[in-house]
């Protein structure tokens, strides 16, 4: 079935480095949405990207959509202990009526 | 005013016990989800409605039983608990666009913890 790839499963850095997570399909997607779960919460919807090499930021946060629209990433610049959080890439597929998470990162930053 | 809220929050409970999860979502949107997340985080969808149709029934035990009274809610129920159960089950909605900018956000709920004995 079709299926979202995210590495890395696990990242920690140290307050003030940058973090990159990535997401991979083999196929094209309609778009693609990004999560964040903080410890202990639920996922909380961050943005969509629907064209093709999109690229859209939220402060510290900036999230790309590829040319080809199979992959994409989200990168924190400066890391910051607020960050810490599971953060998720969701894609829809033109066939599908559902999301397709990928299997998230979890980000530790130390203090 | 909770968007979308579930109960209960946590759950404890012997094997082969029988449990319900609700979920109900004051957000006006018309298609609701379950989704179950494991001990590392994957999240993978059990069901969808939309306007209390069925819409998505991806493979999962059939000892699970969702049910849609109407547009706001969506329960489940869970038969003869097992251990590999366990896990954090999320309700989330969404509003279903068929045409214009397309932004489908889903909206979680705080999750039910479900723990089995």
């Known amino acids: 079935g079709q299926q979202v790839m995210q590495i890395p499963q696990y990242q920690h850095v140290q307050e003030g480095e940058d973090f990159t997570t990535y997401c991979n399909s083999s196929t094209t997607l309609s778009n693609i949405q990004w999560y964040k779960q903080r410890p202990g919460g639920h996922p909380v919807f961050l943005i969509q990207l629907v064209k093709s090499g999109e690229v859209k930021k939220q402060k510290r946060l900036t999230f790309q959509f590829g040319e080809a629209k199979k992959n994409s990433s989200l990168h924190i610049t400066a890391t910051q202990t607020t960050d810490v959080g599971t953060y998720f890439c969701a894609g829809r597929y033109s066939s599908a009526r559902q999301l397709t998470f990928g299997s998230g990162t979890q980000l530790t930053v130390l203090p | 005013d909770t968007a979308v809220s579930q109960t209960p929050k946590y759950l404890v409970t012997q094997m082969g016990n029988d449990k319900s999860i609700k979920c109900e979502q004051n957000l006006g949107h018309d298609t609701m989800y379950w989704y179950k997340q494991d001990s590392k985080k994957f999240l993978k969808i059990m069901f969808s409605y939309n306007n209390k149709e069925l819409i998505i029934n991806e493979t999962v035990p059939n000892r699970f039983s969702p049910k849609s009274p109407d547009k706001a809610h969506l329960n489940l129920h869970i038969n003869s608990l097992e251990l590999g159960d366990s896990a954090v089950y999320f309700c989330?909605?969404?509003?279903?666009?068929?045409?214009?900018?397309?932004?489908?956000?889903?909206?979680f709920g705080p999750g039910t913890r479900l723990l089995v004995l």
């Open positions: 989330a909605s969404s509003l279903y666009r068929t045409s214009g900018p397309y932004q489908e956000t889903q909206y």
